[in-house]
Nanobody, 121 residues
């Protein structure tokens, strides 16, 4: 079964940190660019960050640049999203997705089920 599984979400106070993981099973993540997306209640899904298959390039939404860092460990078949200096507006369900293309593609082949991140005091 081909799937992506996110983990690491939870409740954190403003200014805190979380690290999300996106683990693949049934396929080799190293061939895919991986994007992180989020969707807050009542809002459209937005792209947060993306990393190329090799890990050599990445991009970030303006709203998270400088606070979030995407990385990957292809040997572990896992991609990470380190989130620092979290703000209440970062509250959302976070999803990872895999595309056989590049971070410039808009179509993704596999999606995870999402993990909830709540930033609140």
């Amino acid at each position: 079964q081909l799937q992506l599984v996110e983990s690491g979400g939870g409740l954190v106070q403003p200014g805190g940190s979380l690290r999300l993981s996106c683990a693949a099973s049934g396929f080799t993540l190293a061939y895919y660019a991986i994007g992180w997306f989020r969707q807050a209640p009542g809002k459209e899904r937005e792209g947060v960050s993306c990393i190329s298959s090799s890990g050599g390039s990445s991009n970030y939404a303006d709203s998270v640049r400088g606070r979030f860092t995407i990385s990957r460990d292809n040997a572990e078949n896992t991609v990470y999203l380190q989130m620092n200096s979290l703000k209440p507006e970062d509250t959302a369900v976070y999803y990872c997705a895999a595309t056989f293309g590049s971070c410039l593609d808009s179509l993704y082949d596999y999606w995870g089920q999402g993990t909830q991140v709540t930033v609140s005091s």
